[in-house]
């Protein structure tokens, strides 16, 4: 299992990696939320505008298990966003559109550090920076990944509460009670060992638009 820990043995680079990495993801779990808040917003749901979540600060969304997790480990989750399904202008797809927004943020903040990366391949030769933007790539992709995983307090949980037939609801019920278990053996064994397919997937989408040949995993 790779932490981003791992970076404070490079000296004095992998430090200066490390500062900026963890800010960076700290921000990253910060427009994850709000890009959920903004999801319920434009359709219409002022929960959580209300609450004070319609903001960039990632300050309003962090939650301290999940941001020690992603700077331990390299993958959590932030504060969720309460919105009302009721209110918003889609009744069949409003909540999966602001459930998926979060883990698209990530993706988007993954395409934003591949082209970055292809930028700065054209100047000077910064070990840094390309450690750095590397890194940051790859913990999106990780990030949009493991928030998919069907189980509380992760976006998952909700796309699978909108979708199970009612008949099937007792697997919420079981999920609720035994998440964070589940989440522990995903912690404990890394996303490498369950989800490295469709990290490696949303990695190579990331290559294909933006050009870069290699996505530092």
Do not use: C
């Not at 009721?86 to 998926?100: D, K, N, Q, Y």
């Not at 395409?111 to 790539?137: C, V």
């Not at 998919?148 to 609720?176: A, C, E, M, W, Y």
């Not at 990331?206 to 530092?216: D, Q, R």
């Amino acid at each position: 299992m790779y932490s981003p820990l791992e970076l404070l043995q490079g000296g004095p680079s992998g430090l200066l990696t490390f500062a900026l990495l963890a800010g960076a993801l700290i921000l990253a779990i910060g427009l994850h939320e709000y890009a959920h808040a903004l999801a319920a917003d434009l359709q219409g749901d002022r929960l959580p505008r209300a609450m004070g979540r319609l903001t960039v600060n990632p300050l309003k969304h962090l939650d301290p298990l999940g941001t020690a997790l992603i700077l331990l480990v390299g993958f959590g989750w932030g504060k969720p966003v309460e919105f009302r399904p009721e209110a918003l202008a889609s009744r069949r797809f409003g909540a999966a559109i602001v459930a998926l927004a979060g883990p698209m943020m990530n993706v988007l903040l993954a395409i934003l550090g591949g082209l970055l990366f292809r930028l700065a391949s054209l100047g000077p030769d910064l070990e840094f920076l390309d450690d750095f933007l590397g890194q940051f790539i790859f913990f999106n992709a990780v990030l949009a990944v493991f928030n998919l995983i069907p189980v509380p307090p992760l976006d998952g949980s909700r796309l699978l509460t909108i979708f199970l037939p009612p008949s099937k609801q007792n697997i919420i019920f079981f999920l609720d009670r035994y998440g964070f278990l589940i989440i522990l053996v995903v912690v404990f064994l890394g996303p490498r060992t369950l989800l490295e397919p469709l990290i490696d997937f949303v990695l190579q989408i990331v290559a294909n638009l933006t050009g870069i040949t290699y996505a530092p995993r």
